[in-house]
């Protein structure tokens, strides 16, 4: 299954969580990535982290494109083009910058694939939308403005789709003021796949975790 960047764009925005991951056992990735997407997460961010991560990355799309297609894996923490060409061609969906790095959305788009850069200005957001970002990453969201940066971007340009990483936490009232605010998505981390479950090996309890935040956020936006 190939997804092309709207059905990734699309897909995203209808989970509303993106869970953002990193572990160096490959097995360990594969059961944290399948559980997130039984969950009712199938886009997942992977962290660039250390040497040999793309390698590990190729490893982990290759299998999952054999066992689980409709699972959507992307890369984040990308900070130069040529990291960007290493992950595109080891089957990366979708990039995910820290800040907005013009070469690397030229190689995305040369590509058709969805960009998330990293903005933390108006200038940079509108710098990203120049660039054909159709997502910016809000980084680190709680501090450069938190919900009330999102409501402000959103009075002059309402066309904006933000998702921000660092600050949204899964429970009902952190989503009720994000989501409240106009964000289309949320990156989160370990507090959404906790270092506890990932050592227990409690995949099931990352599952359910994973499960009622995605639900919390459609039960926000069906009110």
């Known amino acids: 299954m190939r997804h092309d960047r709207l059905a990734v764009l699309t897909a995203l925005e209808t989970q509303g969580v993106a869970p953002v991951f990193y572990h160096p056992d ?3 990735c594969l059961n944290v990535i399948r559980a997130c997407a039984r969950g009712g997460a199938p886009v997942i961010e992977f962290t660039n982290r250390g040497d040999f991560a793309c390698d590990l990355f190729g490893e982990i799309a290759r299998e999952l494109q054999k066992t689980d297609p409709h699972i959507i894996l992307g890369i984040g923490s990308v900070v130069d083009a040529g990291t960007a060409s290493l992950y595109l061609n080891r089957g990366a969906r979708f990039v995910v910058s820290p800040c907005l790095i013009p070469d690397v959305a030229r190689v995305c788009n040369r590509r058709m694939t969805a960009y998330f850069p990293g903005c933390g200005s108006v200038t940079e957001i509108g710098q990203a939308h120049e660039l054909g970002c159709e997502i910016v990453k809000l980084f680190p969201g709680a501090s450069v403005g938190g919900p009330d940066f999102v409501k402000a971007v959103m009075g ?12 949204v936490d899964p429970d009902a009232a952190s989503i009720a003021k994000w989501f409240g605010a106009g964000i289309v998505a949320a990156g989160m981390g370990s507090k959404l796949v906790t270092d506890a479950a990932v050592k227990a090996g409690d995949w099931a309890g990352i599952e359910a975790n994973v499960r ?3 639900e919390a956020v459609a039960a926000f936006r069906a009110k």
């Open 26 to 28: 490959p097995q360990v």
């Open 156 to 167: 002059p340009m309402p066309w904006t789709k933000i998702m921000p990483t660092g600050g």
């Open 212 to 214: 009622q935040t995605v």
